[in-house]
């Protein structure tokens, strides 16, 4: 079985199905998401703005994991927007008195210190999604040049 085939296309499964978990999640319990988001420092200021883009964000980046032509850049927003919220799940930990958490189902179980080791596997993933798209690109393009009769 070669990796840079098959490890693409079940990465972003993982991710879309993270993504639209939690983005189908904030937007059924859409107050609940808001409340949690207008009391938490920092981005109180922005929470109906917030409580609104990121679930759409979500589910862009679950649309471009899905096309493979977009794959790549799929991977490059879920290792960015993963690096987001493992950075602020980080400095809550880190400084946070409260722990407040707008987290729907299954995560909503996790503890916060579950929850930032959740998002550091999925962050890697993504990282190696992102790597493993990129390097198959470059494997198809030297395999036809290859190929090329002169």
């Given at each position: 079985?070669?990796?840079?085939?098959?490890?693409?296309?079940?990465?972003?499964?993982?991710?879309?199905?993270?993504?639209v978990y939690t983005a189908t999640s904030k937007l059924l319990d859409h107050?609940?998401?808001?409340?949690?988001?207008?009391?938490?420092?920092?981005?109180?200021?922005?929470?109906?703005?917030?409580?609104?883009?990121?679930?759409?964000?979500?589910?862009?980046?679950?649309?471009?994991?899905?096309?493979?032509?977009?794959?790549?850049?799929?991977?490059?927003?879920?290792?960015?927007?993963?690096?987001?919220?493992?950075?602020?799940?980080?400095?809550?930990?880190?400084?946070?008195?409260?722990?407040?958490?707008?987290?729907?189902?299954?995560?909503?179980?996790?503890?916060?210190?579950?929850?930032?080791?959740?998002?550091?596997?999925?962050?890697?993933?993504?990282?190696?999604?992102?790597?493993?798209?990129k390097n198959k690109e470059r494997f198809i393009a030297i395999n036809r040049?290859?190929?090329?009769?002169?």
């Amino acid at each position: 079985m070669d990796i840079r085939k098959h490890a693409p296309p079940i990465i972003a499964a993982l991710l879309i199905l993270l993504f639209v978990y939690t983005a189908t999640s904030k937007l059924l319990d859409h107050q609940k998401f808001y409340a949690v988001l207008s009391i938490t420092q920092g981005i109180n200021k922005y929470a109906s703005i917030v409580s609104w883009l990121l679930p759409l964000t979500e589910i862009a980046i679950s649309i471009l994991l899905f096309i493979p032509a977009w794959r790549k850049y799929g991977f490059l927003f879920s290792t960015l927007i993963m690096a987001i919220f493992t950075s602020y799940i980080g400095a809550m930990l880190l400084f946070a008195s409260k722990l407040p958490c707008s987290c729907g189902g299954v995560l909503s179980n996790l503890t916060w210190t579950e929850h930032l080791l959740f998002n550091f596997f999925f962050t890697a993933i993504a990282i190696a999604g992102y790597h493993l798209e990129k390097n198959k690109e470059r494997f198809i393009a030297i395999n036809r040049i290859s190929r090329t009769p002169v």
